[in-house]
């Protein structure tokens, strides 16, 4: 995937250098024209766990795919100092997920037992998802997960290979807000 080993450390270090830091990384990804900003709380040498920052908020903990990362670059402006003096990252508790594989990542995922998206935001349209639900079992190379619609209808429990998934999204206000509707229904 990478052009060389010299490319892909290059991002290693700028996400390692970010872990536990203000350094607000703008990540590029391959599959979307648009870029996204992370606080980095972890990675390795396949994914990272960052918390989406959107217009001085956060928006849940994400995992992406360190292959799917075309550039990550440090953003330095105003916003960045605006986020600090909120202190926005103050009250951010880094969950436990063990980004080992994508087997470990899900269990560590049903452990929380919450509600998550599972994506799939390739450009190809017969592989393009997006599930929102809960997970009812990780296994060796898929997971086995409950996806819910917007209606709030629960579907039967489907199996998404590891290899088609580009993203995980959980503690996010769409999630939590689902979560907590069909809690109360």
Known sequence: MWRDDSEKSKKIKCLNSAIGTYDLCRCY???DINYYYFYILDHNEKRFLGVKEEDFLLDGFHIRKIS????VEFKDDLCVKI???KKLLNDVIKPDIDLSSWKAVFKSLKKLNGFLIIQNEYPDKKENFFYLGVIEKAKRSSVLFRPVD???VWF???EIPYSKITGVTFGDRYSKAFQEYLSRT
């Not at 799917?68 to 550039?71: L, V």
């Open 29 to 31: 990804l391959k599959y």
């Open 68 to 71: 799917d990362i075309k550039k």
């Open 83 to 85: 986020n600090r003096e």
């Open 150 to 152: 917007a209606d709030g």
């Open 156 to 158: 039967d429990t489907i």
